[in-house]
């Protein structure tokens, strides 16, 4: 579950620093099911 915390903030980040990169919706919703 840590690790799984980790890399939801790490996409989190780079959601917020490259908001145009189209592949962070597809990533977040398979880390999220």
Excluded: E, T, Y
């Amino acid at each position: 579950v840590s690790v799984r915390k980790r890399v939801v903030k790490i996409f989190r980040d780079v959601c917020l620093s490259q908001p145009d990169f189209v592949r962070i919706p597809d990533i977040c919703s398979r880390l999220l099911r």
